[in-house]
């Protein structure tokens, strides 16, 4: 078992705007906002994505279930969003890390799941859950965010995950222009 749950929250101006997000996004949005020139690392970066998930690769988080998803690692420090890992997981780790911030589906099994991969009471896991919503309102109320890509985390060149880096802020000031 590589790594544990540590549950995290996404601010909610940084929503819509990960490097999944932009894996999802069509091509014809991308030339229409003028991303033409990322349209290279966002295929490397599918690629790493795929690569990743490839052949049956087991959950990096429990080791028990199949991966089907990447999630993405973040630290939220004084205004900058800091990628850390991406890495393969069941849907189970990613809902309980995320504690399904972002879908339907009951908190319970997302803290038994904890419990059970942690190897720790439901106590624990709950006071686990309870600081990560602590925290969130803090980085919640930091209306001005800068993304950064940690060197290697997500495997590509330096010189790519800069331009993957710009990207994802070009995203995110569309998006503060959105309001
Ligand atoms: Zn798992």
New binding site residues.
């Given amino acids: 078992m590589a790594d544990k ?1 540590e549950p995290t929250f996404i601010p909610e101006l940084l929503w819509g705007v990960s490097p999944a997000d932009l894996l999802s996004l069509p091509r014809s949005y991308l030339l229409d906002k003028g991303m033409k020139e990322y349209e290279q690392v966002i295929s490397l970066l599918r690629g790493k994505y795929q690569e990743k998930l490839k052949g049956g690769a ?8 199949f ?1 089907d998803q990447i999630d993405e690692i973040w630290e939220f420090h004084e205004g900058k969003a800091i990628l850390k890992e991406i890495r393969p ?6 809902e ?1 890390r995320d504690m399904k911030q972002f879908g339907p589906g009951s908190l319970d099994e997302a803290i038994d ?1 904890m419990t059970y ?1 942690n190897d720790q009471t439901k106590q624990d896991s709950e006071l686990a859950v309870g600081k990560a919503y602590l925290r969130w309102k803090e980085v919640n109320a930091i209306r001005r965010w800068e993304i950064k890509i940690e060197s290697g985390s997500t495997e590509l060149s330096s010189d790519d995950e800069k331009k993957l880096e710009s990207a994802l802020n070009l995203l995110l000031s569309m998006k503060h222009l959105r309001g």
Avoid: E, F
């Avoid at 997981?89 to 990613?94: A, D, G, K, T, W």
């Fill in positions: 749950i087991k959950c990096s988080v429990c080791g028990i279930n991966a997981v069941c849907r189970l780790c990613r309980a799941w991969v």
